[in-house]
């Protein structure tokens, strides 16, 4: 009945290959904050403020004669892309200066021109106050995110994994930022959605490959730690792979058919997927070395908090 | 693990049956489920704004211009205070560095003068117990015979909150009047009023919850010309107002007018859009109070020949001339008006003035084609990822692979059940939660499965393996959602409309992920297991 095998009881050393792959890792994430900060983020209007327009016609367009158009207007810097069909036009149009009451004049302006040619299918403007206040939300959103996780993988595990999970997770947003400075693809609150959910999904991945660490760890008291990785990695690896799979599927299936609306952010999801299932094996496995864990601390921890129901299961008694 | 005793069957067979019976509603025509049998749910999901069309527009309450209007009316109170027999003598009367400022002349009447404004600190009401011990002003004395009434901060603060929720009724009663279906209108912070509003004309909605709409009507003062008074400085008592920039017939005319209103948005009982008889050009007719009538007839009767000023929001709409007193009560405002602007005007006057002006800070409008291009993608990309995950689990897991398959369908299936449930609002945004959701709820199962594998590896026979397999894959299946949970909820907690509605998806996908994967599989598994008793594992 099965069509497919995932490659199973695989041996591949990956930790033979960590410092070459971490020390790239590393390169990586300083590329990207150096993009993020020299070329910066291309930000949406809900952490600039500005105005943004969708436009449909009813038949094809010529940018360029609307480049024209608007730009006669007045408005400052105005960005016009067409949206997915020729027929619909994306116009984003910056911060119109004299505050909150200035931001209505762009639409204004717009609607007098092709209010009779063309469906408003979708406009929103976001005001300075606001633009600020969102940016801050975004901020704190993904930080608090951080540390509420940390704090829980601290309670779950040891201290070492907490670190080694954050600094994972930290690594994968870093990249995700440099992807978003070097495509330019709009910043905005959705990006910050897709960052929260790069963050949940990569720990998820991580936590499944440290579950296995730590368990093994109890079993294979002296195994030298890169070997009890690698097993742990490989004993993981076809599910590490299966659950990428169809969680790309799924992103991919989004991004093909879901419309022009939501497509930065499965851009953006898919990446995460990527980076945080490649993160999982070659950034937060090798940090407890990294982090010279040691194993005492494990049986240690076990002994003093009873930590979980799955440990009780997983004597050998019980079968 | 593979036990479950039956009041365990019961409970699942129970949670898919609400699942099932929760979704029925979103499954028929809207027309069909006030006709479906009374113990079934109504719920039907919600869609967001995004998906079905309509506007999400926040307000701010326009701080200073509430400040300026009150101090100016503490202004006049002042004046009238002082100028009560007897008489206080008083100089540079004015609004400086906000607040209201006096100088007494005589330094003998200057402990009277501290008295009669003492009066205007207005403490104001709080709760159940009268007085909340807090007035509005804090009177204190200046050098040179100097008093000075200032807002105190608490009394501002109380007054913003008050102008919040009068301001939140006019808006509902004003979205009413034009028959929106299920505006969701509520205070966000401290100031700020959120106005969510599927459908309609973003525009006309706009233009009614965004205009103040005071109308006043004031005496012109035809001593001077209005130009000559822009030059110059109009008469004490009077101020100059114009026409609105964009009047047809006469944009930005000046008119000198009595700054006292001789009427005021609050005298009139009614107003409705009309046509004039002669011109059959659009009016709005109003009709006044038995004291605004009163006082109208005398104010017009006292005026023959004069014109009056009809203003609204400090823009005059126009200055008939008086031609005889207006005693009946009602009358009509004439002005260059199309009939939506008529009718716009009616609605205004009859759901009354806004407190302070709003201004618009967050504009996020969708119109109903977008909306339901984006439930058709969300549907096509939903069904085709379901599709492609259903496909790959049977192709690597085989049965195992049908089963996590079923458990993938009842997955969907909880989750609009409880998105209906709950009332939660679907967007975009939540749709892909959905989609990701399936992409990600196989995880357990696959961590099951393969658990299962390493145990049958160890040398367990199938049913051990597979008992084993459950309960030890526990645990890391509850470390990993527990993980993405947190992230959902501060999602939550970050988000408005449409990343809400993303984060709730993604958090209830989590839940029924757990109860799918973890006990429903199980469940499946256990009855397969005792039917087929099975001698290899088929994952």
């Known amino acids: 009945m099965k069509l497919l095998s995932l490659p199973e009881q695989t041996r591949i050393p990956f930790m033979r290959y960590r410092k070459p792959v971490m020390i790239g890792s590393l390169i990586l994430s300083i590329l990207s904050i150096v993009l993020f900060g020299t070329i910066g983020m291309n930000y949406g209007i809900d952490f600039r403020g500005g105005t943004m327009v969708e436009l449909r016609f009813e038949e094809p367009v010529d940018i360029a004669e609307m480049r024209s158009e608007i730009g006669s207007l007045n408005l400052g810097d105005v960005q016009i892309v067409e949206f997915g069909d020729p027929t619909d036009v994306m116009i984003r149009i910056e911060e119109q200066p004299g505050g909150e009451e200035a931001q209505q004049r762009g639409v204004i302006m717009l609607r007098e021109i092709y209010g009779e040619t063309a469906d408003f299918r979708r406009v929103e403007v976001v005001g300075p106050r606001v633009s600020g206040e969102l940016a801050q939300a975004g901020a704190i959103a993904v930080v608090g995110a951080l540390l509420a996780i940390m704090a829980y993988i601290w309670l779950r595990f040891e201290w070492h994994f907490a670190v080694g999970a954050v600094v994972t997770t930290a690594h994968d947003v870093i990249l995700t930022i440099g992807l978003f400075s070097i495509t330019q693809i709009e910043f905005n609150l959705t990006s910050i959605a897709a960052v929260l959910t790069i963050v949940g999904y990569s720990l998820n991945d991580t936590v499944v490959v440290y579950d296995r660490v730590r368990e093994n760890l109890r079993r294979y008291k002296r195994l030298p730690m890169p070997d009890l990785i690698d097993l742990s990695i490989n004993q993981m690896l076809s599910r590490t792979l299966m659950t990428s799979i169809t969680t790309l599927l799924a992103l991919i299936a989004l991004f093909v058919f879901g419309g022009e609306v939501i497509r930065s952010f499965t851009f953006a999801m898919i990446w995460g997927v990527l980076v945080g299932t490649f993160s999982s094996i070659f950034i937060a496995a090798p940090l407890l070395i990294t982090l010279n864990m040691r194993r005492g601390a494990v049986a240690g921890n076990d002994e003093e908090g009873g930590d979980e129901a799955s440990e009780d299961a997983s004597e050998p008694a019980k079968a | ?539």
């Open chain 2, 1 to 539: 693990m593979l036990h479950f005793a039956r009041w365990q069957s019961t409970a699942i067979v129970l949670v898919i049956i609400v699942g099932i019976f929760a979704v029925i509603p979103n499954l028929v025509p809207t027309s069909w489920v006030s006709g479906l049998p009374s113990w079934l749910p109504k719920e039907r999901i919600v869609l967001g704004l995004d998906l079905q069309g309509g506007a999400y527009l926040l307000y701010e309450v326009d701080r200073q211009d509430y400040i300026d209007k009150r101090l100016r009316s503490l202004t006049s109170d002042v004046r009238q205070s002082l100028r009560t027999e007897p008489r206080i003598g008083y100089t540079g009367l004015g609004v400086i560095d906000g607040g209201v400022q006096v100088r007494v002349r005589d330094a003998t009447q200057f402990d009277q003068a501290r008295q009669r404004l003492s009066e205007l600190t207005n403490p104001l009401a709080g709760g159940l117990f009268g007085s909340s011990g807090v007035e509005e002003f804090a009177l204190s004395e200046g050098s040179n015979n100097t008093l000075r009434l200032t807002f105190t901060e608490e009394g501002l603060a109380q007054r913003i909150r008050s102008i919040v929720d009068q301001s939140i009724e006019v808006v509902r009663r004003r979205i009413d009047e034009l028959g929106t279906t299920e505006p969701n209108i509520q205070r966000q912070g401290e100031d700020r009023i959120l106005v969510e509003a599927p459908g309609g004309n973003p525009e006309q909605l706009k233009a009614l919850v965004g205009t103040t709409a005071q109308l006043t009507f004031h005496i012109v003062d035809t001593s001077i010309s209005g130009e000559e008074a822009m030059r110059t400085r109009p008469p004490a008592g009077t101020m100059v107002l114009t026409t609105s920039e964009d009047d047809p017939v006469e944009p930005l005319r000046p008119y000198v007018v009595e700054e006292q209103p001789l009427l005021t948005g609050e005298d009139l009982v009614d107003a409705q859009p009309s046509f004039q008889q002669q011109t059959n050009e659009p009016v709005v007719t109003f009709r006044l109070t038995t004291g605004g009538a009163r006082k109208f007839g005398q104010v017009t009767s006292q005026n023959v020949g004069r014109p009056f000023a009809i203003v609204l929001d400090d823009e005059v709409i126009s200055a008939p001339v008086i031609r005889e007193p207006i005693t009946g009560g009602s009358g009509q405002i004439s002005g260059s008006f199309t009939v939506q602007s008529a009718n716009d005007l009616a609605i205004l006057l009859r759901a009354g003035a806004l407190p302070a002006a709003l201004t618009l800070v967050e504009e996020r409008t969708v119109g109903p084609g977008l909306g339901a291009d984006s439930i058709a993608a969300g549907e096509i990309a939903a069904i085709v990822a379901a599709v492609l995950v259903a496909g790959s689990m049977i192709a690597v897991y085989g049965l195992f692979g049908v089963f996590a398959n079923i458990a993938l369908v009842l997955n969907v299936v909880l989750i609009l059940g409880l998105l209906s449930l709950l009332g939660a609002t679907l967007t975009l945004p939540g749709i892909a939660g959905i989609v990701l959701t399936m992409g990600m709820a196989v995880d357990a199962n696959v961590l099951i499965y393969e658990r299962i594998k390493d145990e049958a590896r160890a040398g367990r026979t199938p049913i051990l393996a597979i008992d084993a397999g459950f309960s030890r894959a526990l645990g890391t299946i509850l470390d990993a959602n527990i993980t993405t949970l947190i992230a959902a909820v501060i999602l939550f907690q970050l988000g408005s409309g449409p990343i809400r509605g993303f984060a709730v998806t993604l958090a209830i996908g989590i839940l029924t992920t757990v109860f799918t994967a973890f006990v429903f599989t199980r469940w499946m598994v256990a009855i397969w297991v005792r039917k087929r008793r099975p001698t290899t594992i088929p994952v």
